[in-house]
């Protein structure tokens, strides 16, 4: 089972960046699909999610409105698009996938069972 995210770099604030999350070993759609984030001296947080079939999504209240999450099961693969970046979404940006079967996909970080290696994103002012 592999997770690999990748997308990161160095933006001006205002800019936008896609993120992308490899995946292999797995049949993706069975999994729900997370994007968290932890930024220097912070815990990590949730930001957004998906549900297996992508009907539904989840965005925390930080960047409602600013990214989009998407899947393509069929490239077992995820994004994470950010506009209006700022720089305080500066911070390490991890993909996760999740197994199981829930009413909800704004899931916490232990119900998720693997977990790529994060992608570092910097927004400069």
């Known amino acids: 089972v592999q997770l690999q995210a990748s997308g990161g770099g160095l933006v001006q604030a205002g800019g936008s960046l896609t993120l992308s999350c490899a995946t292999s070993?797995?049949?993706?759609?069975?999994?729900?699909i997370g994007w968290f984030r932890q930024a220097p001296g912070k815990e990590r947080e949730g930001i957004s999610s998906?549900?297996?079939?992508?009907?539904?999504?989840y965005y925390a209240d930080a960047v409602k409105g600013r990214f989009t999450i998407a899947r393509d099961n069929a490239k077992n693969a995820a994004f994470l698009r950010m506009n209006s970046l700022k720089p305080e979404d500066t911070a390490i940006y991890y993909c996760?996938?999740?197994?199981?079967?829930?009413?909800?996909?704004?899931?916490?970080?232990?119900?998720?069972?693997?977990w790529g290696q994060g992608t570092l994103v910097t927004v400069s002012s």
């Open positions: 998906i549900s297996k079939s992508g009907d539904r999504s």
């Open positions: 996760a996938v999740a197994a199981g079967d829930y009413s909800r996909i704004n899931l916490p970080e232990y119900e998720y069972d693997f």
């Open positions: 070993g797995f049949t993706l759609d069975r999994y729900v």
